[in-house]
């Protein structure tokens, strides 16, 4: 389920929320949200399973 939060709630609740940065890796590399997952816009058909 995807939902929208607040940043506080995400800092109090990081162990129940994922930040996933759909941005190409090159980009991601450059910096990025600690512990965000790297799944690039383009290939997230292909890794639908993550989400289910």
Do not use: C, W
């Amino acid at each position: 389920m995807f939902q929208t939060i607040l940043i506080n709630e995400f800092k109090y609740n990081q162990q129940e929320h994922h930040v996933i940065d759909v941005r190409e890796p090159i980009e991601f590399a450059m910096g990025s949200i600690p512990n965000a997952l790297n799944i690039p816009l383009q290939t997230i058909p292909y890794n639908l399973g993550f989400f289910g």
